[in-house]
């Protein structure tokens, strides 16, 4: 079965970058687009990142998303943090008629 | 503006019933796929079911084959979730997502609801 696993946790300082890992297992990352969603407490979830590096109208730029095959990994990148990016994120892909989701990452934002 | 509002959450005992609606707005509802995604109390997010915009392709996650069925009624732009034998693993926020698309297989959601919060106990 398709796996993906992100770190539990990350935290870094207001003004700097973060970056955010989902490695794939059981298959190629690569294969199918990752997808990424920003969970807030008390809020529905919105999408930062689709199709691995497309932004929605509307999140600013200062969130990106990449892939690297070579350690079937995506990436979740968010530039310049604000206290207001502090929040939980999951990748997610599609597999063989499974939406997979990786086990979220809780950023602290201090 | 997608809006989507769910309903229907609540106190169930084991083996119990619950139908969830997630009435939508904003959006030609019939041409888009839609889903249901859970979050266990301090889990992760975990798909559950999805339903083409034409209700002719449904998907199921193993956890939840032959207990819950997803449909939908076109005309009152509203999707439903039945969830019968329900199980205290069950216990969870029920979230509607829509997709970009009127197959489920585009594979990603582009809207989600405020969710609703389903809890299995007797």
């Known amino acids: 079965n398709f796996m993906l696993t992100q770190p539990h946790s990350v935290s870094e300082s207001p003004g700097k970058t973060v970056t955010i890992s989902c490695t794939g297992s059981g298959g190629s990352i690569a294969s199918n687009y990752v997808h990424w969603y920003q969970l807030r407490p008390g809020s529905a979830p919105t999408t930062v990142i689709h199709e691995n590096h497309q932004r929605p109208s509307g999140v600013p730029d200062r969130f990106s998303g990449s892939m690297d095959k070579s350690s079937n990994s995506a990436f979740l990148t968010i530039s310049g943090l604000k206290t207001e990016d502090e929040a939980d994120y999951y990748c997610q892909s599609y597999y063989s008629t499974n939406w997979v989701f990786g086990g979220g990452t809780k950023l602290t934002v201090l | 503006e997608v809006q989507l509002l769910e309903s229907g959450g609540g106190l169930v005992q084991p083996g119990g019933s619950l139908r969830l609606s997630c009435a939508a707005s904003g959006f030609t509802f019939g041409s888009y796929a839609m889903n249901w995604v859970r979050q266990a109390p301090g889990k992760g997010l975990e798909w559950v079911l999805s339903?083409?915009?034409?209700?002719?392709?449904?998907y199921y996650a193993d956890s939840v084959k032959g207990r819950f069925t997803i449909s939908r009624d076109n005309s009152k732009n509203t999707l439903y979730l039945q969830m019968n034998s329900l199980r205290a693993e069950d216990t969870a926020i029920y979230y509607c997502a829509k997709a970009p698309g009127s197959y489920p297989e585009y594979g990603w959601f582009d809207s989600w609801g405020q969710g609703t919060l389903v809890t299995v106990s007797s």
């Open positions: 339903i083409s915009g034409s209700a002719t392709s449904t």
